[in-house]
C-alpha cells in the first residue's frame, strides 16, 4: 500500500524539529479520525491533549509551515491533472468569545439591540480572518488548498478612530488588506508552476485593478465579479455605458439554493463585449489600461421576494461567442465551492469553540483543521467523479471491514468500490441513500467519519487478547 493520506498531506512539511514534525503527523491523523470533536476528545487522554497544546503554543511552529506539506500535496494533484485549474479565493472570519480578547484581536465592530437613549450598542467581535485560496478542477473536485493567510486586527477598540479620510482608491495596495488578493494569486501561481492553466475567482471584494496588472505580469487568468464602475475606453465613459449600448447575445439558465436550503432557477440575459479599462485616476501614472472582457447576466422575470440574480463579471480570457461567455459563467458558479469548504471547517471542525487562549495558537490549529476539511470535501467529490477509485487509498483495512458489516444486506452486493464505502460512511451519519437521493454531501460524510473513528476504536478495544503460550 502506498502513503496514507496523513503521510501525504504532511511529507513537504519540516517544522525543524523531527518531534515536531512527527507530533503534526500524529495530530492530524487525530483530527481527522474523530472531525468536529473537542481537542481533549480527538486526542483521547491528557498527555496528547497537553503535548497539542504545547504544539500549537510552540514558537517554532506557523500555520505556515503546518500547511506547507498540503500546499506540496495540492501541487502534485494539480501536475497530475490535465486542462485548467480554478483558483477560488475567499474571506472567512472566525469569532470567539474571550475574557481577554485582546490577546486574539478583533475583525470588526458590531451594532446590536437599541438602548433607551436611542442610540445603538456597539460592541467589538473578537477573532481571527483568514483568506484562502482552493484549487478546483472545472467538474468541482477539490485538488486542495494553494495559499491561507490568518490575521487579527491588533488594536482591539478605538478601531474607528483609525480610519482615514481619504479616498480609498488612492491609498496604495501594500498598506490595505486587500493586498492579500495579491499575495495569494503570486503564492498560489507559483505553486501551481503552469500559471496559464490558473483561473484566478474571486467575488465582489476581488475586484482590483492592481490585480488585473498582476495576472498580466505572472501570465494567470482572473475572472472576478465586478464591484466598480470603472472607466472604460478613452476615459470619458464606464464599463456600465458602453454595456448599456450592447445586445443580449442570449439565455442562460443557473441552478443554485438560497440560503435557507430552497432550490430555484433563473434565467439570466447574457451580454458581453471587450474593451479598454482604465485604472483609478489616482494611479493612472503608476498602472496601464489594459484590453478586457466584461459579461454581465442579469435574471429575466425575477420572482416577487427575491433579489434577482445579476452577476457582472471582468476577464482577461478571450470571450468570442455566447457559449464562451456561458462558459465562464458556469466557472464563476463553481465559486460556491470555497463556501463550501468554509462551511465545513466551521461547521464540521467546530472551530468556533475552540478554547485557545491566542490568535498564534488559534491560527495553528485551524492551519491543521483546514486539511481535515479539505478531505472530507474531496472525498464527496472523488466520489462522483472517480467512482471506481482504489478504495484502499482512503480506507483501512479495519474500516472496509466495518463499512461492509454495517451495511444493509440489499446493499452489500459488488461492486465494492470507493463509492460504496462513501455512501456506507454517509449512511453511519444520518444519509438515507434512496434511490431518489442526491449524491451523500459533506456534512454526513463528516458526521459519518466520527461515528466510523468510535466503531474502529470499540473493535480495537473489543477485540480479543493474542493467547498465550507458557
Same mark, same amino acid.
Given at each position: 500500500m502506498? *502513503?496514507?493520506?496523513?503521510?501525504?498531506?504532511?511529507?513537504?512539511?519540516?517544522?525543524?524539529?523531527?518531534?515536531?514534525?512527527?507530533?503534526?503527523?500524529?495530530?492530524? /491523523?487525530?483530527?481527522g479520525e474523530h472531525p468536529g470533536k473537542s481537542l481533549p476528545t480527538a486526542f483521547q487522554d491528557w498527555s496528547n491533549t497537553k503535548a497539542a497544546?504545547?504544539?500549537?503554543?510552540?514558537?517554532?511552529?506557523? /500555520?505556515?509551515?503546518?500547511? %506547507?506539506?498540503?500546499?506540496?500535496?495540492?501541487?502534485?494533484?494539480?501536475?497530475?491533472?490535465?486542462?485548467?485549474?480554478?483558483?477560488?479565493?475567499?474571506?472567512?472570519?472566525?469569532?470567539?468569545k474571550r475574557s481577554a480578547p485582546e490577546?486574539?484581536?478583533?475583525?470588526?465592530?458590531?451594532?446590536?439591540?437599541?438602548?433607551?437613549?436611542?442610540r445603538h450598542r456597539k460592541h467589538t467581535i473578537c477573532g481571527l480572518l483568514m483568506h484562502a485560496s482552493l484549487a478546483i478542477t472545472p467538474e468541482g473536485l477539490p485538488l486542495g488548498l494553494t495559499a491561507a493567510k490568518f490575521w487579527s486586527r491588533a488594536k482591539f477598540k478605538g478601531a474607528d478612530a483609525l480610519k482615514r479620510k481619504i479616498n480609498p482608491t488612492r491609498v496604495p495596495i501594500d498598506q490595505k488588506e486587500s493586498m492579500r488578493?495579491?499575495?495569494?494569486?503570486?503564492?498560489?501561481?507559483?505553486?501551481?508552476?503552469?500559471?496559464?492553466?490558473?483561473?484566478?475567482?474571486?467575488?465582489?471584494?476581488?475586484?482590483?485593478y492592481e490585480?488585473?496588472?498582476?495576472?498580466?505580469?505572472?501570465?494567470?487568468?482572473?475572472?472576478?465579479?465586478?464591484?466598480?464602475?470603472?472607466?472604460? %475606453?478613452?476615459?470619458?465613459?464606464?464599463?456600465?455605458?458602453?454595456?448599456?449600448?450592447? *445586445?443580449?447575445?442570449?439565455t442562460h439558465e443557473v441552478r443554485f439554493r438560497d440560503a435557507q436550503g430552497?432550490?430555484?432557477?433563473?434565467?439570466?440575459?447574457?451580454?458581453?463585449?471587450?474593451?479598454?479599462?482604465?485604472?483609478?485616476?489616482?494611479?493612472?501614472?503608476?498602472y496601464r489600461q489594459q484590453d478586457l472582457?466584461?459579461?454581465?447576466? %442579469? /435574471?429575466?422575470?425575477?420572482?416577487?421576494?427575491?433579489?434577482?440574480?445579476?452577476?457582472?463579471?471582468?476577464t482577461n480570457l478571450p470571450v468570442a461567442t455566447h457559449a464562451d461567455a456561458v462558459h465562464k459563467l458556469e466557472w464563476y458558479a463553481k465559486r460556491w465551492k470555497i463556501e463550501t469548504f468554509f462551511r465545513t471547517l466551521k461547521t464540521g471542525c467546530r472551530i468556533e469553540e475552540l478554547r485557545l487562549a491566542t490568535a498564534d495558537r488559534l491560527a495553528n490549529c485551524i492551519a491543521l483543521c483546514c486539511v481535515v476539511a479539505w478531505r472530507v470535501?474531496?472525498?464527496?467529490?472523488?466520489?462522483?467523479?472517480?467512482?471506481?477509485?482504489?478504495?484502499?487509498?482512503?480506507?483501512?483495512?479495519a474500516e472496509r471491514h466495518l463499512l461492509e458489516h454495517a451495511t444493509p444486506d440489499r446493499k452489500r452486493k459488488p461492486p465494492h468500490d470507493l463509492d460504496f464505502y462513501v455512501r456506507a460512511v454517509a449512511r453511519l451519519g444520518g444519509y438515507l441513500d434512496r434511490a431518489s437521493d442526491a449524491p451523500p454531501g459533506t456534512t454526513v460524510i463528516w458526521r459519518g467519519f466520527s461515528r466510523l473513528a468510535d466503531l474502529v476504536e470499540g473493535a480495537r478495544i473489543a477485540k480479543p487478547p493474542p493467547e498465550t503460550y507458557g
Open positions: 502506498g *502513503q496514507s493520506w496523513v503521510e501525504a498531506e504532511t511529507a513537504g512539511c519540516d517544522l525543524g524539529d523531527d518531534r515536531l514534525n512527527r507530533r503534526l503527523g500524529a495530530m492530524l /491523523e487525530a483530527l497544546y504545547r504544539f500549537f503554543s510552540n514558537g517554532n511552529v506557523r /500555520e505556515d509551515k503546518i500547511l %506547507e506539506g498540503h500546499f506540496a500535496a495540492s501541487a502534485l494533484r494539480m501536475q497530475a491533472t490535465d486542462g485548467p485549474i480554478l483558483i477560488l479565493q475567499d474571506t472567512t472570519e472566525f469569532s470567539f490577546k486574539i484581536g478583533f475583525t470588526k465592530v458590531s451594532t446590536g439591540r437599541k438602548l433607551h437613549d436611542g488578493w495579491l499575495d495569494n494569486l503570486r503564492l498560489s501561481t507559483e505553486l501551481a508552476g503552469a500559471p496559464e492553466r490558473c483561473v484566478h475567482v474571486g467575488d465582489r471584494e476581488s475586484d482590483i490585480l488585473y496588472c498582476l495576472a498580466g505580469e505572472l501570465g494567470t487568468n482572473f475572472l472576478v465579479r465586478s464591484c466598480v464602475d470603472r472607466l472604460a %475606453e478613452d476615459g470619458a465613459t464606464t464599463i456600465s455605458k458602453v454595456m448599456a449600448q450592447v *445586445q443580449s447575445s442570449g430552497k432550490d430555484h432557477c433563473a434565467v439570466l440575459s447574457v451580454r458581453y463585449t471587450t474593451m479598454t479599462v482604465r485604472p483609478p485616476i489616482g494611479k493612472q501614472r503608476q472582457q466584461i459579461i454581465h447576466a %442579469e /435574471e429575466l422575470n425575477p420572482p416577487e421576494g427575491r433579489a434577482p440574480v445579476i452577476w457582472k463579471l471582468i470535501s474531496w472525498l464527496a467529490m472523488l466520489s462522483r467523479e472517480t467512482a471506481g477509485a482504489e478504495p484502499a487509498a482512503v480506507f483501512t483495512d
